[in-house]
Protein backbone atom coordinates (compact mmCIF):
# COMPACT_ATOMS: atom_id res chain seq x y z
CA UNK A 1 0.00 0.00 0.00
CA UNK A 2 0.98 3.31 -0.41
CA UNK A 3 0.77 6.80 1.92
CA UNK A 4 -3.20 6.66 3.92
CA UNK A 5 -2.73 10.23 3.29
CA UNK A 6 -2.27 11.55 -0.32
CA UNK A 7 -1.17 14.96 0.68
CA UNK A 8 1.75 13.45 2.88
CA UNK A 9 3.13 12.55 0.05
CA UNK A 10 2.85 15.14 -2.02
CA UNK A 11 4.42 17.31 1.12
CA UNK A 12 7.09 15.15 1.09
CA UNK A 13 8.16 15.03 -2.36
CA UNK A 14 7.91 19.12 -2.71
CA UNK A 15 10.41 19.59 -0.16
CA UNK A 16 12.43 16.98 -1.67
CA UNK A 17 12.51 18.61 -4.72
CA UNK A 18 13.88 21.10 -3.54
CA UNK A 19 17.00 19.42 -2.03
CA UNK A 20 17.15 17.95 -5.70
CA UNK A 21 17.50 20.77 -7.35
CA UNK A 22 21.07 21.41 -5.19
CA UNK A 23 22.43 18.09 -4.75
CA UNK A 24 21.85 15.96 -7.49
CA UNK A 25 23.70 15.12 -11.02
CA UNK A 26 21.26 14.80 -13.88
CA UNK A 27 21.28 11.23 -13.91
CA UNK A 28 20.60 10.86 -10.53
CA UNK A 29 16.77 11.27 -10.10
CA UNK A 30 16.28 11.37 -6.33
CA UNK A 31 12.64 11.94 -6.79
CA UNK A 32 11.83 9.15 -8.68
CA UNK A 33 13.90 7.22 -5.97
CA UNK A 34 11.26 8.29 -3.54
CA UNK A 35 8.31 7.73 -5.64
CA UNK A 36 9.70 4.41 -6.61
CA UNK A 37 10.34 3.17 -2.72
CA UNK A 38 6.85 4.74 -2.03
CA UNK A 39 5.06 2.45 -4.83
CA UNK A 40 6.98 -0.16 -2.84
CA UNK A 41 6.02 0.43 0.19
CA UNK A 42 3.46 -2.50 2.40
CA UNK A 43 0.89 -1.33 4.87
CA UNK A 44 2.22 -4.04 7.11
CA UNK A 45 6.68 -1.97 7.18
CA UNK A 46 5.69 1.11 5.41
CA UNK A 47 8.68 2.54 4.52
CA UNK A 48 8.05 6.56 4.73
CA UNK A 49 8.81 5.93 8.49
CA UNK A 50 12.48 4.86 8.02
CA UNK A 51 13.52 7.46 5.79
CA UNK A 52 15.28 10.94 6.77
CA UNK A 53 15.78 13.45 4.85
CA UNK A 54 17.61 16.75 5.82
CA UNK A 55 13.70 18.12 6.27
CA UNK A 56 13.62 15.61 8.92
CA UNK A 57 14.14 17.19 12.62
CA UNK A 58 16.63 14.09 13.66
CA UNK A 59 18.49 13.62 10.35
CA UNK A 60 21.18 15.28 11.44
CA UNK A 61 21.27 13.23 14.74
CA UNK A 62 21.03 10.17 12.76
CA UNK A 63 23.32 10.64 10.49
CA UNK A 64 26.13 11.57 13.22
CA UNK A 65 24.98 8.10 15.54
CA UNK A 66 27.11 5.90 13.48
CA UNK A 67 29.97 8.40 12.09
CA UNK A 68 32.99 7.26 14.30
CA UNK A 69 35.32 9.27 12.67
CA UNK A 70 34.86 13.22 13.41
CA UNK A 71 37.38 13.36 10.31
CA UNK A 72 34.32 12.37 8.19
CA UNK A 73 31.59 14.85 10.00
CA UNK A 74 32.74 18.16 9.44
CA UNK A 75 31.04 20.63 7.50
CA UNK A 76 32.43 20.01 4.12
CA UNK A 77 31.85 16.51 4.32
CA UNK A 78 29.91 15.48 1.43
CA UNK A 79 25.95 14.44 2.79
CA UNK A 80 23.50 12.14 1.98
CA UNK A 81 20.07 13.15 0.05
CA UNK A 82 18.25 10.33 2.20
CA UNK A 83 19.07 8.22 4.79
CA UNK A 84 16.84 4.53 4.48
CA UNK A 85 16.98 3.06 8.29
CA UNK A 86 15.69 0.21 7.21
CA UNK A 87 13.72 -1.76 9.67
CA UNK A 88 12.65 -5.09 7.41
CA UNK A 89 14.27 -6.98 4.87
CA UNK A 90 11.96 -5.44 2.06
CA UNK A 91 13.20 -2.00 2.49
CA UNK A 92 16.77 -2.53 1.93
CA UNK A 93 15.13 -5.25 -1.17
CA UNK A 94 13.32 -1.36 -2.10
CA UNK A 95 16.36 1.05 -1.89
CA UNK A 96 18.69 -1.28 -3.82
CA UNK A 97 16.04 -1.92 -6.40
CA UNK A 98 14.95 1.86 -6.40
CA UNK A 99 18.42 3.35 -6.36
CA UNK A 100 19.92 1.01 -9.12
CA UNK A 101 16.86 2.31 -11.03
CA UNK A 102 16.87 6.16 -10.57
CA UNK A 103 21.02 6.30 -10.62
CA UNK A 104 21.86 6.72 -7.15
CA UNK A 105 24.71 5.38 -5.26
CA UNK A 106 24.10 3.80 -2.01
CA UNK A 107 26.30 3.39 0.94
CA UNK A 108 25.62 0.90 3.37
CA UNK A 109 26.35 1.35 7.02
CA UNK A 110 26.33 -1.04 9.91
CA UNK A 111 28.50 0.00 12.70
CA UNK A 112 29.93 2.85 10.90
CA UNK A 113 33.60 2.21 11.66
CA UNK A 114 35.09 1.76 8.79
CA UNK A 115 38.64 4.17 9.09
CA UNK A 116 37.89 6.20 5.83
CA UNK A 117 33.80 7.01 6.16
CA UNK A 118 33.26 4.83 3.15
CA UNK A 119 30.47 3.95 4.40
CA UNK A 120 28.43 7.43 5.10
CA UNK A 121 30.08 9.53 2.39
CA UNK A 122 30.58 9.35 -1.39
CA UNK A 123 31.65 12.33 -4.01
CA UNK A 124 28.49 11.61 -6.18
CA UNK A 125 24.65 11.98 -5.09
CA UNK A 126 23.85 9.05 -2.58
CA UNK A 127 21.87 7.87 -0.07
CA UNK A 128 22.75 5.97 3.11
CA UNK A 129 20.95 2.58 3.81
CA UNK A 130 20.94 2.56 7.38
CA UNK A 131 21.73 -1.16 8.68
CA UNK A 132 21.45 0.09 12.50
CA UNK A 133 17.84 -1.10 13.62
CA UNK A 134 18.11 -4.68 11.77
CA UNK A 135 20.69 -5.78 14.59
CA UNK A 136 18.72 -9.14 16.29
CA UNK A 137 20.48 -11.47 17.88
CA UNK A 138 19.20 -15.28 17.39
CA UNK A 139 21.52 -17.26 19.42
CA UNK A 140 20.69 -21.09 19.22
CA UNK A 141 22.43 -23.05 21.93
CA UNK A 142 21.29 -26.65 20.95
CA UNK A 143 23.19 -25.97 17.12
CA UNK A 144 25.72 -24.14 19.03
CA UNK A 145 25.00 -21.27 16.00
CA UNK A 146 23.70 -17.92 16.19
CA UNK A 147 22.08 -15.48 13.61
CA UNK A 148 23.55 -12.15 13.33
CA UNK A 149 21.96 -9.39 11.73
CA UNK A 150 24.70 -6.45 10.47
CA UNK A 151 23.21 -3.99 12.52
CA UNK A 152 24.38 -5.20 15.59
CA UNK A 153 27.01 -3.98 17.52
CA UNK A 154 30.03 -6.82 18.34
CA UNK A 155 29.13 -5.76 22.10
CA UNK A 156 25.10 -6.74 21.49
CA UNK A 157 26.21 -9.90 19.91
CA UNK A 158 28.95 -11.09 23.15
CA UNK A 159 26.15 -10.04 25.70
CA UNK A 160 23.24 -12.04 23.63
CA UNK A 161 25.91 -15.31 23.87
CA UNK A 162 26.56 -14.68 27.46
CA UNK A 163 23.12 -14.42 28.26
CA UNK A 164 22.58 -18.07 26.96
CA UNK A 165 25.88 -19.95 27.98
CA UNK A 166 29.42 -19.26 29.52
CA UNK A 167 31.08 -21.82 27.79
CA UNK A 168 30.90 -20.64 24.33
CA UNK A 169 31.85 -17.37 22.40
CA UNK A 170 32.95 -15.99 19.04
CA UNK A 171 36.27 -14.77 17.80
CA UNK A 172 35.54 -11.16 16.65
CA UNK A 173 36.82 -7.74 17.40
CA UNK A 174 37.91 -6.09 20.60
CA UNK A 175 35.76 -2.13 20.07
CA UNK A 176 32.17 -3.41 21.36
CA UNK A 177 30.95 -1.06 18.94
CA UNK A 178 32.25 -1.98 15.71
CA UNK A 179 29.03 -3.40 13.63
CA UNK A 180 28.99 -6.74 12.60
CA UNK A 181 28.51 -6.11 8.91
CA UNK A 182 31.23 -4.35 8.27
CA UNK A 183 33.51 -6.12 10.33
CA UNK A 184 32.69 -9.60 9.35
CA UNK A 185 32.36 -8.49 5.44
CA UNK A 186 36.35 -7.46 6.14
CA UNK A 187 37.51 -10.44 8.41
CA UNK A 188 37.23 -9.72 11.86
CA UNK A 189 40.37 -10.77 14.24
CA UNK A 190 40.25 -10.15 17.67
CA UNK A 191 41.94 -12.23 20.98
CA UNK A 192 41.05 -15.54 20.18
CA UNK A 193 42.53 -15.33 16.34
CA UNK A 194 45.52 -17.90 17.67
CA UNK A 195 42.70 -20.37 18.76
CA UNK A 196 40.26 -20.02 16.25
CA UNK A 197 41.68 -17.98 13.35
CA UNK A 198 39.09 -14.76 12.19
CA UNK A 199 35.30 -14.19 12.23
CA UNK A 200 35.28 -15.34 8.87
CA UNK A 201 36.48 -18.71 9.57
CA UNK A 202 33.66 -19.65 11.67
CA UNK A 203 30.96 -17.91 9.68
CA UNK A 204 29.09 -20.75 8.03
CA UNK A 205 26.01 -19.18 6.22
CA UNK A 206 24.45 -15.43 5.30
CA UNK A 207 21.82 -13.74 4.09
CA UNK A 208 22.51 -11.06 1.43
CA UNK A 209 20.54 -8.92 -0.59
CA UNK A 210 21.73 -8.92 -4.70
CA UNK A 211 22.11 -6.21 -6.88
CA UNK A 212 18.09 -7.19 -8.62
CA UNK A 213 17.15 -7.06 -4.87
CA UNK A 214 16.74 -11.17 -4.40
CA UNK A 215 17.22 -12.40 -0.90
CA UNK A 216 19.73 -15.14 -1.19
CA UNK A 217 21.35 -17.66 1.45
CA UNK A 218 24.37 -19.73 0.90
CA UNK A 219 22.93 -22.46 -0.64
CA UNK A 220 21.22 -20.43 -3.17
CA UNK A 221 23.80 -17.40 -3.47
CA UNK A 222 26.86 -20.72 -4.15
CA UNK A 223 30.13 -21.04 -2.63
CA UNK A 224 31.92 -18.58 -5.03
CA UNK A 225 29.98 -15.55 -3.76
CA UNK A 226 29.66 -17.15 0.12
CA UNK A 227 33.67 -16.94 -0.01
CA UNK A 228 34.09 -13.54 -1.37
CA UNK A 229 31.70 -11.92 0.94
CA UNK A 230 33.68 -13.56 3.54
CA UNK A 231 36.73 -11.15 3.77
CA UNK A 232 36.33 -9.45 0.63
CA UNK A 233 34.53 -6.70 1.67
CA UNK A 234 30.70 -7.28 1.45
CA UNK A 235 30.12 -3.63 -0.06
CA UNK A 236 31.09 -4.86 -3.36
CA UNK A 237 28.63 -7.65 -3.75
CA UNK A 238 25.37 -6.53 -2.12
CA UNK A 239 24.07 -5.44 0.95
CA UNK A 240 24.21 -8.59 3.87
CA UNK A 241 21.32 -8.92 5.90
CA UNK A 242 22.68 -11.59 8.57
CA UNK A 243 25.68 -13.85 9.49
CA UNK A 244 25.37 -17.40 11.12
CA UNK A 245 27.80 -17.40 13.20
CA UNK A 246 29.26 -21.05 14.56
CA UNK A 247 30.07 -20.73 18.28
CA UNK A 248 33.60 -21.95 19.77
CA UNK A 249 34.20 -23.48 23.32
CA UNK A 250 35.55 -21.75 25.68
CA UNK A 251 36.46 -22.12 29.84
CA UNK A 252 34.08 -20.80 32.44
CA UNK A 253 37.42 -18.74 33.73
CA UNK A 254 39.49 -17.37 30.99
CA UNK A 255 42.52 -15.13 32.12
CA UNK A 256 43.22 -11.22 31.21
CA UNK A 257 46.40 -9.48 32.22
CA UNK A 258 48.06 -5.97 31.17
CA UNK A 259 51.54 -5.17 31.84
CA UNK A 260 52.97 -2.00 31.28
CA UNK A 261 56.88 -1.77 30.97
CA UNK A 262 58.28 1.64 29.47
CA UNK A 263 61.59 1.91 27.92
CA UNK A 264 63.32 2.70 31.00
CA UNK A 265 62.08 -0.36 32.85
CA UNK A 266 63.42 -2.38 29.47
CA UNK A 267 60.52 -2.33 27.08
CA UNK A 268 63.09 -2.37 24.05
CA UNK A 269 64.64 -5.77 24.97
CA UNK A 270 61.10 -7.17 26.15
CA UNK A 271 59.09 -6.28 22.50
CA UNK A 272 62.25 -7.47 20.88
CA UNK A 273 62.15 -10.98 22.65
CA UNK A 274 58.65 -10.91 21.99
CA UNK A 275 58.25 -11.03 18.67
CA UNK A 276 59.58 -14.52 18.00
CA UNK A 277 58.24 -15.79 21.06
CA UNK A 278 54.77 -14.87 20.95
CA UNK A 279 53.85 -16.41 17.65
CA UNK A 280 55.06 -19.77 18.90
CA UNK A 281 53.57 -19.47 22.48
CA UNK A 282 50.08 -22.09 23.05
CA UNK A 283 47.10 -21.35 20.84
CA UNK A 284 45.61 -20.65 23.99
CA UNK A 285 47.30 -17.67 24.70
CA UNK A 286 47.20 -14.04 22.94
CA UNK A 287 50.04 -11.95 23.68
CA UNK A 288 49.26 -8.29 22.39
CA UNK A 289 51.96 -5.96 22.42
CA UNK A 290 50.58 -1.84 22.57
CA UNK A 291 52.94 0.51 22.68
CA UNK A 292 51.70 4.28 23.56
CA UNK A 293 52.91 7.24 24.43
CA UNK A 294 53.35 8.77 28.04
CA UNK A 295 54.57 11.66 30.34
CA UNK A 296 57.06 10.75 32.54
CA UNK A 297 57.01 14.02 34.57
CA UNK A 298 54.68 17.23 34.58
CA UNK A 299 57.18 18.93 32.53
CA UNK A 300 56.13 17.55 29.38
CA UNK A 301 59.04 15.05 28.87
CA UNK A 302 58.04 12.02 27.60
CA UNK A 303 58.48 8.16 26.83
CA UNK A 304 57.00 5.43 25.59
CA UNK A 305 55.13 2.49 27.34
CA UNK A 306 54.75 -0.95 25.62
CA UNK A 307 50.96 -2.88 27.84
CA UNK A 308 51.35 -6.71 27.29
CA UNK A 309 47.86 -7.71 27.19
CA UNK A 310 47.43 -11.38 27.67
CA UNK A 311 44.29 -13.13 27.09
CA UNK A 312 44.38 -17.31 27.97
CA UNK A 313 41.56 -19.42 27.51
CA UNK A 314 42.56 -21.29 30.77
CA UNK A 315 43.73 -20.72 34.74
CA UNK A 316 45.76 -18.11 35.83
CA UNK A 317 48.80 -20.39 37.25
CA UNK A 318 49.10 -21.98 33.99
CA UNK A 319 49.53 -18.98 32.12
CA UNK A 320 52.07 -17.74 35.31
CA UNK A 321 54.12 -21.06 34.37
CA UNK A 322 54.11 -21.13 31.27
CA UNK A 323 55.47 -16.97 30.65
CA UNK A 324 57.99 -17.65 33.17
CA UNK A 325 59.13 -20.57 31.15
CA UNK A 326 58.50 -19.01 27.79
CA UNK A 327 59.19 -15.23 28.28
CA UNK A 328 61.00 -14.92 31.88
CA UNK A 329 61.92 -10.98 31.09
CA UNK A 330 58.32 -10.12 31.26
CA UNK A 331 58.30 -11.33 35.33
CA UNK A 332 54.27 -12.04 34.80
CA UNK A 333 52.99 -12.95 38.29
CA UNK A 334 49.86 -14.18 39.98
CA UNK A 335 48.35 -11.00 41.08
CA UNK A 336 48.58 -9.72 37.47
CA UNK A 337 46.48 -11.51 36.43
CA UNK A 338 42.27 -11.71 37.01
CA UNK A 339 39.85 -14.87 36.19
CA UNK A 340 36.90 -13.79 34.84
CA UNK A 341 34.09 -15.32 32.26
CA UNK A 342 34.88 -15.32 28.82
CA UNK A 343 32.05 -12.17 28.49
CA UNK A 344 34.07 -10.44 30.88
CA UNK A 345 37.16 -10.50 29.04
CA UNK A 346 35.85 -8.49 26.32
CA UNK A 347 34.92 -6.02 28.35
CA UNK A 348 38.41 -5.96 29.83
CA UNK A 349 39.76 -5.60 26.53
CA UNK A 350 37.39 -2.61 25.76
CA UNK A 351 39.37 -1.02 28.27
CA UNK A 352 36.98 -1.09 31.17
CA UNK A 353 38.51 -1.81 34.71
CA UNK A 354 37.68 -5.42 36.26
CA UNK A 355 33.98 -5.62 37.51
CA UNK A 356 32.62 -3.12 35.26
CA UNK A 357 29.07 -4.60 34.81
CA UNK A 358 28.90 -6.46 31.62
CA UNK A 359 26.00 -4.40 29.94
CA UNK A 360 28.56 -1.74 29.08
CA UNK A 361 28.38 -3.85 25.81
CA UNK A 362 25.32 -2.17 25.17
CA UNK A 363 26.79 1.25 25.63
CA UNK A 364 26.64 3.42 22.45
CA UNK A 365 27.97 6.89 21.50
CA UNK A 366 25.94 9.18 20.26
CA UNK A 367 28.16 11.08 18.25
CA UNK A 368 31.72 10.95 16.68
CA UNK A 369 34.85 11.65 19.65
CA UNK A 370 37.57 12.26 17.82
CA UNK A 371 39.36 12.87 14.11
CA UNK A 372 41.83 9.90 13.64
CA UNK A 373 43.93 7.91 11.05
CA UNK A 374 44.82 4.28 11.26
CA UNK A 375 47.41 2.34 9.26
CA UNK A 376 48.01 -1.58 9.03
CA UNK A 377 51.33 -3.83 8.37
CA UNK A 378 52.45 -7.07 8.31
CA UNK A 379 55.75 -8.20 9.64
CA UNK A 380 57.73 -11.39 9.00
CA UNK A 381 60.94 -10.91 9.80
CA UNK A 382 62.23 -10.09 13.18
CA UNK A 383 62.35 -6.09 13.59
CA UNK A 384 66.25 -5.35 14.72
CA UNK A 385 66.51 -3.56 17.88
CA UNK A 386 67.63 -0.10 16.77
CA UNK A 387 64.04 -0.23 14.76
CA UNK A 388 62.72 -0.36 17.91
CA UNK A 389 64.26 2.82 19.05
CA UNK A 390 63.75 4.99 16.16
CA UNK A 391 59.88 4.10 16.57
CA UNK A 392 59.71 4.97 20.03
CA UNK A 393 61.47 8.34 18.77
CA UNK A 394 58.92 8.87 15.91
CA UNK A 395 56.38 8.15 18.34
CA UNK A 396 57.22 10.85 20.98
CA UNK A 397 57.62 12.96 18.04
CA UNK A 398 53.96 12.21 16.99
CA UNK A 399 52.66 11.91 20.56
CA UNK A 400 48.58 11.13 20.02
CA UNK A 401 49.60 7.39 18.51
CA UNK A 402 49.63 4.43 19.47
CA UNK A 403 50.54 0.59 18.27
CA UNK A 404 48.53 -2.54 18.48
CA UNK A 405 51.21 -5.53 17.93
CA UNK A 406 49.10 -8.53 17.13
CA UNK A 407 50.99 -11.88 17.64
CA UNK A 408 50.40 -14.17 14.59
CA UNK A 409 51.17 -18.15 14.71
CA UNK A 410 48.48 -21.24 15.81
CA UNK A 411 45.61 -21.80 13.93
CA UNK A 412 45.97 -18.30 11.59
CA UNK A 413 49.03 -20.20 10.35
CA UNK A 414 46.73 -23.99 9.94
CA UNK A 415 44.28 -21.92 7.15
CA UNK A 416 45.39 -21.80 3.80
CA UNK A 417 45.75 -18.58 1.89
CA UNK A 418 42.71 -19.17 -0.13
CA UNK A 419 40.26 -20.36 1.90
CA UNK A 420 38.62 -17.35 2.49
CA UNK A 421 39.57 -13.45 0.72
CA UNK A 422 42.02 -12.70 3.61
CA UNK A 423 45.10 -13.93 2.77
CA UNK A 424 47.50 -12.51 5.66
CA UNK A 425 48.06 -16.23 7.09
CA UNK A 426 51.17 -18.56 7.65
CA UNK A 427 54.36 -16.55 7.78
CA UNK A 428 53.94 -13.31 9.81
CA UNK A 429 55.38 -12.80 13.34
CA UNK A 430 52.66 -10.12 13.80
CA UNK A 431 50.51 -7.57 12.37
CA UNK A 432 50.61 -3.83 13.69
CA UNK A 433 47.71 -1.20 13.62
CA UNK A 434 49.71 2.18 13.79
CA UNK A 435 46.67 4.86 14.93
CA UNK A 436 46.68 8.21 15.33
CA UNK A 437 44.05 10.14 17.11
CA UNK A 438 43.17 14.00 18.34
CA UNK A 439 40.82 16.27 19.51
CA UNK A 440 41.62 19.71 17.66
CA UNK A 441 39.37 20.64 14.57
CA UNK A 442 41.75 22.86 13.01
CA UNK A 443 42.59 21.44 9.69
CA UNK A 444 46.01 22.58 10.10
CA UNK A 445 46.07 19.31 12.93
CA UNK A 446 44.44 17.22 10.70
CA UNK A 447 47.34 17.56 7.85
CA UNK A 448 49.56 17.57 10.71
CA UNK A 449 49.10 14.42 11.94
CA UNK A 450 48.20 12.73 8.76
CA UNK A 451 51.79 13.48 7.48
CA UNK A 452 53.52 12.68 10.61
CA UNK A 453 51.31 9.10 10.75
CA UNK A 454 52.78 8.66 7.15
CA UNK A 455 56.06 9.03 7.82
CA UNK A 456 56.26 6.34 10.32
CA UNK A 457 54.70 3.83 7.89
CA UNK A 458 57.54 5.04 5.37
CA UNK A 459 59.91 4.86 8.37
CA UNK A 460 58.85 0.89 8.42
CA UNK A 461 59.01 0.36 4.92
CA UNK A 462 62.29 -2.21 4.89
CA UNK A 463 60.71 -3.82 8.14
CA UNK A 464 57.51 -5.04 6.75
CA UNK A 465 55.68 -7.44 4.04
CA UNK A 466 57.07 -6.01 0.36
CA UNK A 467 55.21 -7.01 -3.23
CA UNK A 468 52.67 -6.39 -2.07
CA UNK A 469 52.81 -4.38 0.61
CA UNK A 470 49.90 -6.30 2.81
CA UNK A 471 47.24 -4.08 4.79
CA UNK A 472 44.20 -5.40 6.26
CA UNK A 473 41.05 -4.65 4.87
CA UNK A 474 39.12 -3.64 7.98
CA UNK A 475 42.29 -0.84 8.09
CA UNK A 476 40.79 0.63 5.71
CA UNK A 477 43.28 3.18 4.53
CA UNK A 478 42.63 5.40 1.27
CA UNK A 479 46.95 5.86 1.35
CA UNK A 480 47.16 2.73 -0.20
CA UNK A 481 45.28 3.00 -3.54
CA UNK A 482 42.02 4.60 -4.20
CA UNK A 483 39.27 5.38 -7.03
CA UNK A 484 36.66 8.15 -7.70
CA UNK A 485 33.24 6.92 -6.20
CA UNK A 486 31.81 7.98 -9.75
CA UNK A 487 34.25 5.50 -10.98
CA UNK A 488 36.22 2.35 -10.60
CA UNK A 489 39.44 2.11 -12.25
CA UNK A 490 40.81 -1.15 -12.83
CA UNK A 491 44.68 -0.68 -12.03
CA UNK A 492 43.67 1.58 -9.25
CA UNK A 493 41.87 -1.31 -7.82
CA UNK A 494 44.29 -3.47 -8.35
CA UNK A 495 47.32 -1.48 -6.20
CA UNK A 496 44.55 -1.51 -2.96
CA UNK A 497 43.42 -5.17 -3.67
CA UNK A 498 46.69 -7.10 -4.08
CA UNK A 499 47.63 -5.26 -0.62
CA UNK A 500 44.30 -6.47 0.92
CA UNK A 501 43.73 -9.57 -1.07
CA UNK A 502 46.78 -11.17 -2.86
CA UNK A 503 46.40 -13.85 -5.32
CA UNK A 504 42.30 -13.87 -3.92
CA UNK A 505 41.70 -10.59 -5.97
CA UNK A 506 41.57 -11.83 -9.25
CA UNK A 507 38.89 -14.58 -7.97
CA UNK A 508 37.09 -11.56 -6.31
CA UNK A 509 36.76 -9.73 -9.27
CA UNK A 510 35.54 -12.79 -11.29
CA UNK A 511 32.62 -13.28 -8.45
CA UNK A 512 32.48 -9.44 -9.15
CA UNK A 513 32.01 -9.43 -12.37
CA UNK A 514 29.31 -12.10 -12.12
CA UNK A 515 27.28 -10.76 -9.56
CA UNK A 516 27.07 -7.26 -10.19
CA UNK A 517 28.22 -7.13 -13.89
CA UNK A 518 27.41 -3.52 -14.19
CA UNK A 519 29.14 -2.55 -10.74
CA UNK A 520 26.40 -1.12 -8.68
CA UNK A 521 27.84 -1.75 -5.37
CA UNK A 522 30.79 0.42 -4.97
CA UNK A 523 32.96 2.83 -3.35
CA UNK A 524 36.55 3.75 -2.87
CA UNK A 525 38.37 0.50 -2.75
CA UNK A 526 35.83 -1.77 -3.97
CA UNK A 527 36.00 -4.96 -6.23
CA UNK A 528 35.66 -3.45 -9.75
CA UNK A 529 34.39 -5.60 -12.79
CA UNK A 530 36.61 -7.26 -15.04
C1 LIG B 1 37.76 1.74 17.37
C2 LIG B 1 37.86 0.61 16.38
C3 LIG B 1 38.27 -0.64 16.80
C4 LIG B 1 38.36 -1.70 15.91
N1 LIG B 1 38.75 -2.93 16.36
C5 LIG B 1 38.82 -3.97 15.48
C6 LIG B 1 39.21 -5.27 15.90
O1 LIG B 1 39.49 -5.51 17.07
N2 LIG B 1 39.27 -6.26 14.97
C7 LIG B 1 38.96 -6.03 13.67
O2 LIG B 1 39.02 -6.96 12.87
N3 LIG B 1 38.62 -4.81 13.24
C8 LIG B 1 38.53 -3.78 14.12
N4 LIG B 1 38.17 -2.56 13.67
C9 LIG B 1 37.88 -2.38 12.25
C10 LIG B 1 36.44 -2.75 11.94
O3 LIG B 1 36.29 -4.15 11.93
C11 LIG B 1 36.09 -2.21 10.55
O4 LIG B 1 36.17 -0.82 10.56
C12 LIG B 1 34.69 -2.66 10.12
O5 LIG B 1 34.57 -2.54 8.73
C13 LIG B 1 33.63 -1.84 10.80
O6 LIG B 1 32.37 -2.36 10.56
P1 LIG B 1 31.12 -1.40 10.75
O7 LIG B 1 29.90 -2.13 10.35
O8 LIG B 1 31.16 -0.78 12.10
O9 LIG B 1 31.49 -0.23 9.74
P2 LIG B 1 30.77 0.49 8.53
O10 LIG B 1 31.49 1.79 8.42
O11 LIG B 1 29.30 0.52 8.71
O12 LIG B 1 31.11 -0.44 7.29
C14 LIG B 1 32.43 -0.70 6.87
C15 LIG B 1 32.42 -1.18 5.42
O13 LIG B 1 31.56 -2.30 5.27
C16 LIG B 1 30.45 -2.00 4.43
N5 LIG B 1 29.25 -2.57 5.03
C17 LIG B 1 28.74 -2.30 6.26
N6 LIG B 1 27.64 -3.02 6.48
C18 LIG B 1 27.42 -3.76 5.38
C19 LIG B 1 26.41 -4.69 5.02
N7 LIG B 1 25.41 -5.00 5.85
N8 LIG B 1 26.48 -5.26 3.79
C20 LIG B 1 27.50 -4.95 2.94
N9 LIG B 1 28.46 -4.06 3.24
C21 LIG B 1 28.43 -3.47 4.44
C22 LIG B 1 30.39 -0.50 4.37
O14 LIG B 1 29.75 -0.03 3.21
C23 LIG B 1 31.86 -0.13 4.44
O15 LIG B 1 32.46 -0.31 3.19
C24 LIG B 1 38.07 -1.49 14.55
C25 LIG B 1 37.67 -0.23 14.12
C26 LIG B 1 37.57 0.83 15.02
C27 LIG B 1 37.14 2.18 14.53
C1 LIG C 1 10.39 12.48 7.82
O1 LIG C 1 9.41 13.45 7.53
C2 LIG C 1 8.35 13.00 6.69
C3 LIG C 1 7.47 14.20 6.35
O2 LIG C 1 7.00 14.76 7.52
C4 LIG C 1 7.59 11.88 7.39
O3 LIG C 1 6.58 11.37 6.57
C5 LIG C 1 8.57 10.77 7.72
O4 LIG C 1 7.93 9.73 8.41
C6 LIG C 1 9.72 11.33 8.55
N1 LIG C 1 10.70 10.28 8.74
C7 LIG C 1 10.87 9.67 9.91
C8 LIG C 1 11.89 8.60 9.95
O5 LIG C 1 10.25 9.97 10.90
C1 LIG D 1 9.91 -8.27 7.65
O1 LIG D 1 8.59 -8.50 7.27
C2 LIG D 1 8.27 -9.88 7.08
C3 LIG D 1 6.85 -9.93 6.54
O2 LIG D 1 5.97 -9.23 7.35
C4 LIG D 1 8.45 -10.62 8.38
O3 LIG D 1 8.21 -11.99 8.20
C5 LIG D 1 9.88 -10.40 8.87
O4 LIG D 1 10.06 -11.02 10.14
C6 LIG D 1 10.19 -8.92 8.97
N1 LIG D 1 11.60 -8.77 9.33
C7 LIG D 1 12.04 -8.11 10.39
C8 LIG D 1 13.49 -8.00 10.58
O5 LIG D 1 11.30 -7.59 11.19
C1 LIG E 1 46.63 -1.40 29.83
O1 LIG E 1 47.40 -0.49 30.58
C2 LIG E 1 47.72 0.72 29.92
C3 LIG E 1 48.69 1.50 30.76
O2 LIG E 1 48.17 1.74 32.01
C4 LIG E 1 46.43 1.47 29.65
O3 LIG E 1 46.69 2.69 28.97
C5 LIG E 1 45.53 0.61 28.81
O4 LIG E 1 44.28 1.26 28.62
C6 LIG E 1 45.30 -0.74 29.48
N1 LIG E 1 44.54 -1.59 28.57
C7 LIG E 1 43.56 -2.38 28.95
C8 LIG E 1 42.83 -3.13 27.89
O5 LIG E 1 43.25 -2.51 30.11
Known sequence: ??????????????????????????????????????????????????????????????????????????????????????????????????????????????????????????????VILDMFNLKSVDVNLAQKRAWVMSGATLGEVYYAIAAKTKVYGFPAGICPTVGAGGHFGGGGYGFMMRKYGLSVDNIVDAKIVTVKGTILDRKSMGEDLFWAIRGGGGA????????????????????????????EEGATDLVYKWQTVAPKLPKELFLRAMPQVKNIDTKGKKTVAVSFLGHFLGKSDKVVALLNERFPELGLQRRDCHEVSWVESTVFWADNPIGTPINVLLNKPTEPETFYKGKSDYVKKPLPKHVFESIWKKMIEIENIWLDWNPYGGRMNEISVSATPYPHRAGNLFFALYYSSWY???????????????????????????????????????????????????????????????????????????????????????????
Open 1 to 126: MKFRNPNVLLFILSVLSISVSWATSATADFHGFLQCLTKRSHSAHPIQETIYTPQNASFQSVLVLHINNRRFSTPTTPKPLAIIAAKNESHVQATVVCAKRHGLQIKIRSGGHDFEGLSYTSDVPF
Open 236 to 263: SFGVILSWKLKLVPVPAKVTVFNVTRTI
Open 440 to 530: DEGIETTNKYLGLIRELYEMMTPYVSENPREAFQNYRDLDIGANQDSQTNFETAKLYGKKYFKGNFDRLVRVKTKVDPHNFFKHKQSIPTL
